[in-house]
């Protein structure tokens, strides 16, 4: 694929994960936005529907995770790099999911925070980037060795 195809490519993708935060977030069951933007120091966390938003949860995540892992795949042509990338976003998506229950169901009061940031790292693509740079560091630090 040509480098001007790739980048355009890449920032079709950009701006398709800018649209899912700025257009799609009226179409996801999340009661904790407006939580989270009111002065939630004072208030208690609003009652949830978890079948539901573990539900917008996943498919939110998906989505960004797709787009994301495309982004990498386009920078990085690697399929060894992409098969560590998709088991990463799998096991990251369970282990925030269950910590993220369990602060909801066991301590909601006290771990308001921690509430805020696991669903954070859940609803935008943050892993996209860490792993950029990351990835991009292995490449020039060890371009033998490289995930090939």
Do not use: C
């Given at each position: 694929m040509?480098?001007?195809t ?6 079709l993708m ?22 989270y ?34 982004i ?17 976003y ?8 269950i ?21 954070r790292?859940?609803i935008q693509?943050l ?5 950029l ?9 060890f371009?033998?060795?490289f995930?090939?």
């Open positions: 040509k480098k001007t790739r980048i355009g490519l890449i920032v950009l701006f398709l994960l800018i649209s899912i935060r700025a257009f799609l977030e009226p179409f996801f069951y999340d009661p904790l936005i407006n939580y933007k009111s002065n939630y120091l004072m208030n208690s966390i609003p009652e949830l529907k978890l079948g539901a938003y573990f539900l917008n949860l996943f498919l939110r995540y998906s989505i960004n995770s797709i787009i994301s892992i495309l990498i795949h386009l920078i990085f042509n690697n399929f060894r790099t992409i098969r560590f990338v998709v088991k990463f799998v096991f990251a998506f369970i282990i925030l999911s910590l993220l229950f369990l602060f909801l169901q066991f301590e909601p009061l006290s771990n308001k925070l921690m509430i805020f940031y696991l669903r790292f859940l693509p892993f996209l980037f860490i792993l740079p990351a990835f991009y560091y292995q490449k020039l630090k371009k033998d060795n995930i090939k």
